[in-house]
């Protein structure tokens, strides 16, 4: 890592480089004992092969690797590794490994044992196939029955699992190669990650519908193996180089649009310092603050009244967040949110309202829980609110909207956020996040028309499990899964990572967009325990005031020959017009093309805004 490390990435602890394996025209880089960006003659054919082990909170496990050895040769290649998870109660897990590869053909065998007996909610291998280029495709499934289905990859978002009761799966990499993958072992299935925000399909062991946590016996070893066979009737002869690293060319598109206005959320418990960062709060200019209630975590007539002093403060527009907790009658209990509001002062131009309990996810084989139905809690929202913009849709991700389905009718505008570190929370699949967000919109659009439509908060730290039962405690700093603190946040990788947010959300038509809040872990500004100066502006900032001053500007598309790199977009106002870029990667790089004058070096995560003559 370079010594200004911590500006890129709110921390000095680097990632391990990966270990580039090669067969032939098959690589795949060697990361933490598991497989990423498998490749075939330069195209991507498996986002990733994963031997994973996940806690009932489904956090994963980081075992520790031992008696690793890596046999490179001119057309093959082999590692073998043991692991070794600790899990509660002095409980142990081992899993042996071995991955070999050739020309056409890659093997991951695992075999897990435990001398104690070790819970978990999966043990087992995890497929990722990618999503551009993918989606939509042909494919063919066995499954363990030996019958061969041709269907497609889901092109919408699938709410539920495609895939069931899988052995195999096939499509086709490039004309003239296709890729099968086989497991053995064990029952998978397959789940759409775009729900999560994830760029990829997730073929995984152990059906849902099963119980878990689940335990593994004591002294029963378990075996596993995929393998991945390339059928290459191409004339390709020479391997070619996925890591070129020549000039992205930015072209102006046809697409247009309106920039979307920019909100800022506010908790009750960071209320006190959102009220003692007024100036900044001014100096930002949000069109939109989203002030969140949960009555379950205690919130009352006090935070109520915090929010009416902060609104005071701003000039734009505020909607409340209400969680309700659908204890008693939501009619009931609305009336009592609206009482403490007229006493607090408190007059939000919209209220978002969803049961506290649709925060948690309701996965598959599982019960939904008790809830009055959603016609209720918005009738209930309307007749104590009236006047107001009632909105609806989940207060947690696309998933739960996804799969409890609200009625559009009944509200005014629809939301839901995303969060990109719920699977995994590596720098590369953190950005590659980034791909599944027009999926998203366009599968909340196919299923909402026209509705006014807002995402978020979306920040890299979570802000709750809908998965678990907490989210994860992050004291040390590190890239962890579903953890409620991230280091990035503090550095340019989130500054990078919200202006591409912005970006590929930009033809979903949204009428607010948020991406933070003012304080706090997810804040525009340092708090006390912070790891940079008390009160100083996070990289963050800077991203989150150049969007609320564009919201309402026209926007025109500007297409990437490398979208996983950089990416751009030309906004008009009053002003002029001006072209935005963002590269999306730890390393330098150089644009050019069309809607350049001259080609330009953009530093790592770095923004850049150029002014474009009309």
């Not at 998870?85 to 002095?90: A, R, S």
């Not at 209720?376 to 309307?382: D, G, K, N």
Request: charged letters at 25%; aromatic letters at 8%; glycine letters at 8%.
């Amino acid at each position: 890592m370079t010594t200004d490390a911590f500006q890129l990435y709110g921390t000095r602890a680097g990632e391990k480089s990966p270990v580039r394996l090669t067969a032939g025209k098959l690589t795949a880089d060697l990361a933490d004992g598991n497989l990423r960006s498998i490749r075939y003659d330069g195209t991507e054919v498996l986002r990733a092969i994963s031997y994973l082990v996940r806690d009932r909170d489904w956090g994963t496990y980081s075992p520790d690797i031992t008696d690793l050895r890596i046999e490179q040769g001119e057309d093959r290649f082999e590692v073998t590794y043991r692991a070794r998870c600790q899990g509660p109660d002095e409980t142990t897990l081992v899993i042996d490994v071995r991955i070999s590869g050739n020309q056409d053909r890659l093997d991951f065998e695992a075999e897990a044992q435990s001398g104690t007996g070790f819970e978990t909610n999966r043990c087992g291998f995890c497929i990722l196939h990618p999503i551009v280029d993918v989606a939509g495709s042909p494919a063919a499934v066995e499954h363990v029955d030996g019958q061969i289905a041709a269907t497609r990859f889901p092109d919408l978002i699938e709410p539920w699992q495609p895939f069931k009761d899988m052995r195999a799966i096939t499509h086709q990499v490039m004309p003239g190669v296709t890729a099968e993958c086989r497991m053995e072992g064990d029952i998978f299935e397959m789940e759409d990650q775009r729900n999560w925000s994830d760029a990829s399909y997730k073929t995984y062991v152990r059906p849902l519908a099963l119980p878990w946590p689940y335990q593994i016996p004591a002294n029963q070893p378990a075996r596993q193996k995929t393998s991945l066979l390339i059928r290459d009737i191409s004339r390709s002869v020479a391997p070619s180089d996925p890591a070129q690293n020549g000039v992205i060319r930015l072209e102006i598109g046809v697409g247009t649009g309106t920039m979307p206005d920019i909100g800022v959320i506010v908790t009750p418990e960071e209320a006190d310092e959102t009220l003692a960062a007024g100036s900044l709060l001014s100096e930002i200019a949000p069109r939109e603050l989203l002030f969140h209630f949960d009555p379950v975590a205690g919130h009352g007539l006090e935070g109520l009244k915090n929010f009416a002093a902060i609104a005071a403060l701003h000039d734009g527009r505020s909607t409340l967040e209400i969680a309700l907790p659908c204890k008693s009658s939501p009619a009931v209990e609305a009336a009592e949110i609206a009482r403490q509001m007229q006493i607090a002062g408190l007059r939000p131009d919209a209220i978002l309202i969803s049961p506290s309990v649709d925060r948690q996810s309701t996965p598959p084989g599982r019960q939904w829980p008790d809830c009055p139905p959603l016609e209720e809690v918005y009738a209930a929202a309307r007749a104590a609110f009236p006047g107001i913009r009632i909105g609806g849709g989940m207060l947690s991700y696309f998933t739960e909207l996804n799969r409890k389905r609200v009625p559009a009718g009944e509200i005014d505008f629809v939301s839901h956020c995303t969060n990109p570190i719920v699977h995994a929370a590596d720098d590369l699949s953190v950005m590659q996040t980034l791909e599944a967000l027009p999926f998203i919109t366009r599968s909340v659009r196919a299923i909402y028309g026209d509705k006014p439509y807002r995402i978020g908060p979306s920040t890299i730290p979570m802000r709750q499990n809908p998965y678990g039962s907490r989210t994860m405690d992050n004291t040390a700093g590190g890239r962890i899964p579903m953890s409620n603190r991230d280091p990035r946040h503090n550095g340019r990788f989130a500054e990078a990572f919200a202006l591409g947010y912005a970006i590929r959300v930009l033809d979903a038509g949204l009428e607010c967009l948020t991406l933070s809040a003012l304080t706090g872990p997810f804040g525009l500004i340092a708090g006390p325990d912070e790891p940079v100066e008390r009160g100083g502006r996070r990289p963050l900032f800077n991203t989150v005031r150049t969007l609320s001053a564009l919201a309402g500007a026209s926007w025109q598309e500007c297409m990437s020959s490398s979208p996983s790199e950089v990416l751009s977009f030309v906004a008009r106002d009053a002003a002029g017009a001006k072209l935005y870029m963002v590269n999306l990667t730890g390393k330098e790089r150089w644009v050019g093309g069309s809607a350049l004058e001259r080609e330009v070096q953009l530093a790592p995560f770095a923004t850049v805004v150029l002014p474009l003559a009309d």
